[in-house]
């Protein structure tokens, strides 16, 4: 099955740049409100690891997004999915589980 069936609204943003406008953290949550493509996403981050942010500067922008399933890899659920910046990797993380909900 690919990684667009498995992750609703993941091609909008897939390859983009985005703009995240909000960003918190709750135990080993995360949630994100991004902006790209002058539409408004909520992404929803359950059981983060490795959370590695550089470069941080107002507005955060992330030149390309890219999620990749580690599951063919055989890699354990709670790293199943990489969230980075291909471009400049200034933002990377694994996790278990990504909702991207358009708001």
Do not use: A
Request: with cysteine; proline share 1%.
């Amino acid at each position: 099955m690919g990684l667009n069936k498995i992750i609703k609204n993941l091609d909008k943003i897939q390859g983009q740049q985005i703009e995240i406008k909000q960003f918190s953290i709750e135990f080993s949550n995360l949630s994100m409100i991004i902006l790209c493509n002058n539409c408004n996403f909520q992404v929803i981050i359950q059981n983060f690891s490795n959370l590695c942010i550089q470069n941080c500067s107002f507005p955060f922008i992330i030149q390309g997004v890219e999620i990749i399933d580690n599951i063919v890899k055989g890699w354990e659920s709670d790293c199943r999915y990489m969230f980075h910046d291909y471009e400049d990797e200034n933002i990377s993380f694994y996790c278990q589980e990504i909702k991207i909900i358009k708001i």
